[in-house]
């Protein structure tokens, strides 16, 4: 390709798991009800004030850690200010780079396809989120629940190259916000929401000039991964069709929405600077030194991360790069395999159990993870009755199935479809005997050299024993029994 | 026998010992609040149906008091003395009333302001003037204007005021009562309609030195809602006075004080500053040292010019809450941002979109630094050569105003560039923090003038002490007008 292509990533991620708000006592919490979830802060009644959430810091801080990202000396909010119906205050309670905000210039590494890479991140900030508009054919309603529910916004330097790399990282943030515990960084319900910018360059000029750097168009509000993959090719694909035509005076620099529904950006308007939201220090949020210990404390509380747990499954319990990859996706996956491997599971197959059973169920089934009665514990019983050849590994899929969303034990479905499997080998004799009796035309196919007919009769054997009796050991006694005939 | 004319000592001693009851003060109060809105117009509300309550060993229980009206009050209208809330009744109470009403104090009216605070003659309000009960064709200056009004004519012993550049000290002179605003964060502004917030104080309006004590050991305690509050519970300030002042050292300033200073000085302002020298000289009867200390004339010019900048900037955005959507009188529109418009442009008086206007102007990315950010610099430096004289000083003691209370007719407020300093001054008190405190010191020409001491920051015993020895050489305690024309 002759052109290079610059992508920056503005990531937006509600905090979730603080008990209260940004900057107010009402409950964060993903309420059904409308203004369920309010203080008079989060409406602006006049003279309410904001009140910093101390564990909201806190979160900030050890995800400004992660990112490798400078702490700052002395923590500080600004209000940026404009007008919308969403926004009760007029202002928002945010961050800007001056002062420092919660992360200043980090590094981070994530990895695609098994290749690590690397991208700078600009800054980290902690900062408020807005009412939502609720659209309905009679008029628009506005729900101050999510009105001062506290935001992380991640914004990187324009580093990514491709689609896949932009996708890449942002699935690796979102298990961090995961695994950390500050957010269940669930799309779905909207707590994570992308602003991208594209701009392409010509490839054979140095782009550590930024004269070189192509016009940046900007993208608002992609609200799913998928979005943010389709948003950025559709952009490379709409600007190389305009560099290529001669026409690249007509890539502006603006802001566009992406629209789901045609599958392609439309423009909102030019020039991103248009807006001057005359940010100031917050004068009711007195500046506050961050203590040296309290960021010694944090640090020290960051849980194992997911490339950290992927490193140990691949290490230690020996399991593939891929099927690692595929557990610690999902942190509660990845959780319930620990807790499996905790039991003594053999992590290979706990690991083949969960990859391949668990996830395809959920996936086939289309079920949440939070949906399932199976445990860890069942799992690893499941496993046990396989090892001990009390069930076959066919029925124990027949078991897992059940379990999975039935709240019943392994043992109390094997004993409910009398699945007992048949490895007393007096009676598999007594069977194999039965089936020899019955089918005199096959022993002299066998005879006559025609080895096959063994999986036939073994057939036989499993027809007889509906399937419990050990599919092993009752090849290789009707293997026995024949040849004695 | 009238009691709303007398101390809270004196008056809680009669209820104490059975002399009145509360309900008697309260039917009082409310029969001097229909008198005086007659005459001088300063309320927006009469709370006709205030109930009694028990009287208690707390000095405030079973008084009757005022509350300016930009005091968020549960179940009353607060209007802010804006046509934006004309209608508005709050669900919740200021934390500064609400420790009020835990003393048992009674609240009989809201008091008239210039809207929102934002203005000095108490001409603003959107019930109408309020004038000076000493003489009506005067005014009583602001922004606490119905509050000065109604203690100064007796209605009761004190009323809450606000203080955003000289709201309470200012009234207080031209009503020849007493006016203190404590240091900032010491009362909690949790409820309190903000102007400016890094300036806003809460305080109090009262007849005696005392009082004013009494009142601010009421309303003040940290807050949970409000961060830029602290603890002051182990400071009590009424019983901290005891008038012994002999050593102290106080300074006023030359630039402000000396009349060579005014070559076109009219009368009026003659005979004030020579009032305020003889006052110095009672300083000095009562055993403190008192200096002329020189400050740089270049620095205090800016005062006006910073305190514009400030407020104004901060005013613009605190209020960008006001838009009729939440609450206020939604006004007409196609759209949102329509409606938005007409609500305030029908809503704000011209004063006030004046200061809305330099607001946004000085807040804009081009004109930040010039304005906003030079600014506070300026205020930093004003609060340093202050807080210089403080490691000299206990005190500074200073003027207030050019003189009585102005004329109504003909009054702009506008600033006479020649005396700009000695009528704002006070806006140091508030750049600071400082504790400030205005006591009547004479007449001119029938009408009260007052003097000022400022101190250092939670140095407020200190500062009271000063004026109750003062106040107690002078015979202007308790003063009450009567006979106005």
């Not at chain 1, 099927?323 to 996956?333: F, G, L, P, Q, R």
């Not at chain 2, 007398?6 to 010992?17: D, P, Y």
């Not at chain 2, 009744?89 to 934002?118: H, Q, R, S, W, Y």
């Not at chain 2, 005392?210 to 009421?218: F, L, R, S, T």
């Amino acid at each position: 390709m002759k052109y290079k292509v610059m992508i920056g990533l503005e990531m937006h991620c509600e905090i979730s798991e603080t008990k209260t708000k940004a900057f107010s006592s009402a409950k964060n919490d993903y309420s059904e009800y409308p203004n369920a979830s309010i203080r008079p802060v989060d409406m602006a009644f006049p003279g309410t004030l904001p009140t910093v959430n101390k564990e909201a810091v806190r979160m900030g801080l050890m995800m400004s850690m992660i990112l490798g990202c400078t702490q700052p000396e002395y923590l500080y909010f600004e209000r940026k200010n404009y007008y919308y119906p969403d926004l009760p205050k007029g202002f928002q309670i945010t961050q800007e780079t001056k002062p420092a905000p919660i992360g200043s210039f980090g590094e981070f590494t994530y990895e695609l396809n098994g290749e690590k890479k690397k991208i700078r991140i600009n800054n980290l900030h902690l900062e408020e989120d807005a009412a939502s508009s609720d659209h309905y054919p009679s008029g628009t309603r506005i729900n101050y629940n999510r009105a001062g529910v506290p935001l992380l916004e991640l914004v990187t330097e324009p580093d990514f190259r491709s689609a896949d790399e932009a996708v890449a990282f942002l699935e690796a943030i979102r298990s961090i916000y995961q695994y950390t515990g500050i957010s269940e960084a669930d799309s779905k319900k909207g707590q994570v929401r992308c602003d991208v910018n594209v701009s392409l360059m010509d490839a054979s000029l140095d782009d550590s000039d930024p004269k070189n750097w192509g016009t940046k168009v900007e993208m608002k509000n992609v609200n799913s991964f998928g979005g943010v993959r389709d948003a950025i090719n559709y952009e490379i694909k709409r600007q190389t069709e305009l560099l290529d035509a001669g026409k690249g005076d007509e890539i502006v620099q603006e802001t566009r929405r992406w629209d789901e529904e045609s599958s392609s950006t439309i423009s909102m308007r030019e020039k991103v600077d248009a807006i001057d939201y005359k940010y100031f220090v917050e004068p009711n949020i007195p500046k506050f030194k961050i203590p040296k210990e309290w960021l010694l404390e944090i640090k020290k509380s960051i849980p194992t991360l997911p490339y950290e747990r992927k490193e140990k499954y691949i290490n230690e319990y020996g399991i593939t790069d891929y099927d690692a990859t595929i557990i610690i996706k999902d942190k509660k996956v990845s959780d319930f395999y620990d807790e499996c491997i905790n039991l003594h599971a053999d992590p290979k197959l706990a690991s083949n159990w969960v990859t391949t059973n668990l996830l395809g169920n959920l996936n086939k089934l289309e079920l949440e993870f939070d949906e399932i009665t199976l445990t860890p514990k069942m799992l690893k019983d499941l496993i046990d009755l396989v090892n001990s050849k009390e069930i076959s590994s066919k029925q124990a899929k027949e078991v897992f199935e059940d379990i999975l969303t039935s709240g019943k034990t392994p043992q109390e479905v094997v004993k409910e479809k009398g699945m007992k499997q048949m490895s007393d080998e007096g009676e598999i004799i007594k069977i194999a005997n039965e089936v020899l009796d019955e089918n005199p035309d096959v022993i002299l196919k066998y005879k006559n050299g025609r080895n096959n007919v063994i999986d036939w009769l073994t057939g036989q054997i499993m027809k007889k024993t509906r399937g419990q009796a050990n599919p092993t050991i009752a090849r290789s006694t009707m293997i026995k029994e024949i040849e004695k005939r | 026998m009238a009691y709303m004319d007398k101390s809270i000592e004196e008056i809680h001693e009669a209820l104490v010992k059975g002399k009145v009851t509360s309900s008697e003060l309260i039917k009082e109060a409310l029969e001097k609040s229909h008198e005086v809105q007659d005459k001088c117009n300063a309320f927006v509300t009469i709370i006709d149906d205030a109930k009694e309550t028990p009287v208690t060993d707390e000095f405030l229980s079973g008084i009757p008091y005022g509350i300016k009206d930009n005091y968020s009050t549960k179940g009353i209208l607060s209007t802010g003395s804006s046509n934006t809330l004309k209608d508005y009744v709050p669900f919740f109470t200021a934390t500064a009333i609400e420790n009020l009403t835990k003393k048992g104090a009674v609240a009989v009216n809201k008091t008239a302001l210039d809207e929102f605070g934002m203005g000095g003659t108490g001409t603003t309000c959107h019930t109408g003037i309020v004038t000076n009960p000493w003489d009506h064709t005067r005014m009583c200056a602001g922004s606490s204007a119905g509050s000065a009004a109604a203690v100064a004519s007796g209605v009761y012993p004190y009323a809450t005021g606000s203080d955003t550049g000289d709201s309470i000290r200012k009234p207080a002179a031209y009503c020849g009562i007493v006016g203190y605003k404590p240091t900032y964060g010491m009362i909690s502004r949790y409820g309190l309609f903000p102007f400016a917030s890094s300036l806003d104080h809460c305080g109090a309006l009262t007849r005696s030195v005392k009082d004013a004590a009494i009142v601010v050991d009421g309303m003040k305690g940290i807050d949970k809602y409000d961060m830029t509050s602290w603890d002051s519970s182990d400071i009590n300030l009424y019983s901290s006075i005891d008038g012994n002042v002999g050593g102290k050292k106080l300074c006023y300033i030359k630039e402000i004080c000396d009349i060579n200073n005014y070559p076109n000085a009219d009368e009026e302002l003659k005979m004030h500053l020579a009032n305020f020298m003889d006052t110095i000289e009672k300083c000095r009867k009562l055993g403190m040292e008192v200096t002329e200390e020189s400050v740089s004339q270049k620095l205090l010019n800016a005062l006006p010019s910073v305190y514009v900048v400030i407020s104004c900037a901060e005013a613009t955005s605190n209020m960008s809450n006001l838009t009729g959507f939440i609450f206020g009188p939604r006004a007409e529109g196609e759209k949102w941002d329509e409606s938005l418009k007409n609500y305030r442009t029908k809503g704000f008086s011209p004063l006030i979109k004046r200061r809305f206007v330099i607001g946004s102007y000085v807040l804009q990315a081009q004109n930040k630094d010039r304005y906003f950010h030079n600014a506070q610099r300026v205020r930093r430096l004003l609060v340093d050569t202050w807080n210089k004289l403080y490691e000299k000083y206990d005190a500074v003691i200073l003027p207030v105003g050019t003189g009585p209370a102005k004329k109504l007719e003909g009054s702009k407020d506008i600033l006479d560039q020649n005396t700009a300093i000695l009528e704002e001054h006070l806006q140091i008190g508030n750049f600071g923090g400082f504790p400030s405190i205005t006591i009547p010191n004479g007449f001119i020409n029938d009408l009260p003038v007052g003097v000022n001491i400022t101190g250092k920051c939670y140095d407020d015993v200190n500062v009271l002490n000063i004026a109750y020895a003062l106040e107690s050489v002078m015979n202007y305690k308790g003063q009450v007008a009567k006979g106005a024309k």
